[in-house]
């Protein structure tokens, strides 16, 4: 099963669901308003439409998730190199490289990873 796109803003709600799940509805709005600064309406249009796409459920007023944090992740790593780098792994890693400042241990990491 592929995982369902989730936008930007949308990242940012499921952030706060996974911290917090199973949550009250109504809680979850009082969490988005102070994080997010979004109304009540907003954070019940999100859950609904998050709901329709297969993200989270939304049973007797209790909001969980059906969509892993690491899932939504990957999938969105997968997007993003299949549109700006061909699916080409080392495509992305040579941009990514050439941005970042790796320290030793982060590359000694990346090696351990490689190597499995």
């Known amino acids: 099963m592929s995982c369902p796109k989730i936008f930007e803003s949308e990242y940012k709600f ?7 799940e199973p949550v009250k509805s109504t809680n ?8 997010l600064g979004w109304s009540k309406t907003t ?19 209790i909001v969980a998730s059906l ?4 899932d939504a992740q990957q ?3 997968e997007e993003m190199m299949e549109k700006r780098f061909e699916g080409s ?9 050439k941005t970042q400042s790796l320290s030793q241990e982060e ?5 351990r990873i490689i190597g499995r």
Do not use: S
């Not at 499921?14 to 917090?20: D, G, S």
């Not at 999100?46 to 007023?61: A, S």
């Not at 590359?107 to 090696?111: A, F, G, L, R, S």
């Open 67 to 70: 969509v892993t944090k690491e």
């Open 14 to 20: 499921c952030l706060i669901l996974w911290e917090n």
């Open 89 to 97: 792994l080392p495509a992305f890693i040579t941009a990514f490289c």
């Open 75 to 77: 999938n969105e790593i």
């Open 28 to 35: 979850l709005a009082k969490l988005c308003a102070e994080q």
């Open 107 to 111: 590359i000694d990491e990346i090696h």
């Open 43 to 61: 954070t019940y249009t999100v859950i609904k439409r998050l709901q329709d796409r297969g993200v989270l459920k939304n049973e007797d007023t």
